[in-house]
Each structure stands twice: as C-alpha cells, then as structure tokens.
C-alpha cells in the first residue's frame, strides 16, 4: 500500500485537458468526478491513519472509487 493519493490528472495522465473540458461542460461528469475525488480523499486519509477505518470500510471504499473511475474511463473514451 503505497499512500499515495490516486488524483484523476495522476490516473489519467495524458488526459488532463479532456478532465477539465468534462467537468466544466457535462454536468454528470462532474458529478463523477467530485464524487471520486470524494472517496479518494477518505481512502487517502484512513491509509495514514488521519481517520482510520475497518478492512470491511476500507474494502467498500476501494470498489466505489474503482466503479467511480471505471465511469470515468468510460466518458474520456466518449469524449475522444
């Protein structure tokens, strides 16, 4: 476990200027995005122990935010 952050510009690297296109032109994009960055900020926090959590949380936290980037993932390649 690194504790590390997983940022979208750090995830989408070559993407940086589609990210900021969507999230000021589709509203449900950026939905999507504050919602992860929601989620990736309480992972972040409860791995350094800020504000620990259970495994079961933790767990739990992990799949929405990879179903968060999933969608993600899913409107760059629309919007190409």
Same mark, same amino acid.
């Given at each position: %476990?690194? !504790? @590390? /952050?997983?940022?979208?510009? =750090?995830?989408? /690297?070559?993407?940086?200027? @589609? ?7 589709? +509203? !449900?994009?950026?939905?999507? +995005? ?8 309480? $992972? !972040?926090? +409860? =791995? @350094?122990? $800020?504000? /620990? @959590?259970?495994?079961? !949380? %933790?767990?739990? #936290?992990?799949?929405?935010? #990879?179903?968060?980037?999933?969608? $993600?993932?899913? +409107? ?5």
């Amino acid at each position: %476990m690194t !504790h @590390t /952050p997983h940022e979208l510009t =750090e995830e989408f /690297p070559d993407q940086h200027a @589609t990210l900021q296109r969507l999230k000021e032109t589709d +509203a !449900h994009f950026a939905r999507l +995005a504050d919602a992860y960055h929601v989620v990736n900020r309480a $992972i !972040h926090r +409860a =791995e @350094t122990d $800020i504000n /620990p @959590t259970d495994d079961l !949380h %933790m767990a739990d #936290m992990r799949k929405e935010r #990879m179903q968060l980037k999933d969608q $993600i993932a899913t +409107a760059l390649r629309g919007s190409s």
